[in-house]
């Protein structure tokens, strides 16, 4: 027989006050006619009559049930452990030196089935303290807008984040309310996020993610080996690894908005209102400007005293300051920069030919992400690299190995000499 609950024992009790038979309502309500027949003598429930061995009292286990519901709500959904820590400290305080059971839990939950053991997923606390219900519902005027709701449905994505948090064990199985099927908990360890940007269309029409980096600039070990199921992908990075303002008006340009043109000129995105108008005689007045840029410095001294014999009104205190740029600008001092940028440019040339474990994956300056071909290619010259330095210190590599021999265990080298 299928178990039953306090509330069929009374739905059934009701049925039979109403005139059904005992036999009927005992079918109905799948409850054992030998329960059922001692329900109705007067028999209290199994839990109720069973109270004075239950380790917390009814009244506790409601208050206990109140507040992991409480602090599931306030993104701090309590684990096993940490609830049956709880009950311990309850425990003292009624004078028992003891511990729940290992039962004790299972048998908690079936009492509550208002609870249910959920998967918590780890999120930074900023992010849920900035989900106010304030930017909420500004959202939704927004979104009410006639202008909004005319865009046809084909047009309409859905775009949103979800974050990864480096390190193992963050998250994990935790108690809250048996309606939802996972439930965010707050994070306030310090960790490195990585952001991933996901959009769908109303007719599963999807956009190829864009992945943030935690970092200055996106290097090539950040990557496997294999990168052909993330073909189309777009990576960048931030300094805390979050998207910004700049990174999504960026995404629009250069991921939304290549992959969601429509083929037929007249069934565009944005209504035609919506579409920013280009200042052609503004960019005309800019065209005829003629920029004169210098490129001796000859041509720099002639400048200044160009301007300097032009202005009008100047005084004493402008005279001095061209005189002082032109003497800053003469040829020894042209001479010296050229020297060190030379030396710049060297010890840059140095750099790159210093074999590293660490590549920055070169960027295109016409994009502020990064497209898997390009890590790729940093990858195959990492390793050209590291094989190029092989090959011109064979001393270094045979020194480093004989080391890196010695370092090990003679148990370990027989270990695996017997598995090849």
């Not at 509330?7 to 006619?33: M, N, T, Y």
């Not at 295109?364 to 290619?377: A, G, L, Y």
Request: charged fraction near 25%; aromatic fraction near 8%.
């Amino acid at each position: 027989m299928p178990p039953y609950k306090e509330e069929d024992v009374q739905g059934a009790i009701d049925a039979v006050l109403h005139g059904q038979s005992v036999q009927g309502a005992s079918c109905d309500w799948g409850i054992p006619r030998t329960t059922f027949m001692g329900r109705i003598q007067g028999l209290k429930p199994r839990r109720s009559s069973h109270q004075l061995q239950q380790i917390l009292s009814e009244s506790q286990e409601i208050q206990l049930a109140n507040w992991i519901l409480c602090q599931s709500n306030m993104g701090y959904a309590p684990s096993h452990t940490t609830v049956r820590s709880m009950v311990t400290k309850l425990l003292r305080l009624n004078g028992l030196n003891r511990t729940p059971g290992k039962n004790w839990m299972n048998r908690f939950l079936a009492c509550h089935p208002e609870i249910y053991t959920i998967k918590g997923v780890r999120i930074d606390n900023q992010c849920i303290n900035r989900a106010s219900p304030e930017v909420i519902r500004m959202f939704f005027e927004l979104f009410d807008a006639p202008t909004i709701k005319d865009i046809p449905p084909q047009h309409r994505y859905n775009m949103d984040e979800t974050r990864i948090m480096e390190g193992l064990g963050v998250n994990g199985l935790v108690l809250g309310s048996s309606e939802r099927k996972r439930i965010y908990v707050k994070s306030s360890v310090s960790r490195h996020w990585t952001t991933i940007l996901e959009c769908i269309s109303t007719t599963s029409q999807y956009i190829k993610p864009l992945v943030i980096f935690k970092g200055k600039n996106v290097q090539a070990q950040w990557y496997p080996e294999r990168l052909e199921e993330y073909e189309g992908w777009a990576f960048t990075y931030s300094e805390n690894g979050w998207t910004s303002n700049s990174t999504a008006v960026e995404w629009i340009k250069d991921i939304f908005k290549p992959q969601t043109r429509p083929q037929n000129s007249d069934d565009s995105t944005l209504p035609e209102s919506q579409t920013p108008k280009k200042p052609t005689h503004e960019l005309e007045k800019v065209a005829d400007i003629d920029i004169f840029t210098p490129s001796h410095g000859y041509q720099i001294t002639e400048l200044v005293w160009q301007i300097q014999k032009h202005l009008e009104n100047s005084n004493y205190i402008t005279r001095l300051l061209l005189r002082k740029v032109n003497k800053a600008l003469d040829d020894k001092n042209m001479v010296l920069a050229l020297k060190n940028r030379r030396i710049e440019e060297l010890e840059l040339q140095l750099e790159a030919i210093r074999p590293s474990k660490r590549l920055r994956v070169p960027e295109n300056p016409n994009s502020k992400f990064v497209k898997i071909p390009e890590i790729m290619k940093a990858k195959e010259e990492l390793e050209a690299k590291i094989a190029s330095w092989k090959a011109k210190n064979p001393e270094l590599m045979a020194v480093t190995t004989s080391k890196l021999v010695e370092s090990i265990p003679m148990e370990q080298l027989m270990f695996e000499f017997q598995l090849e």
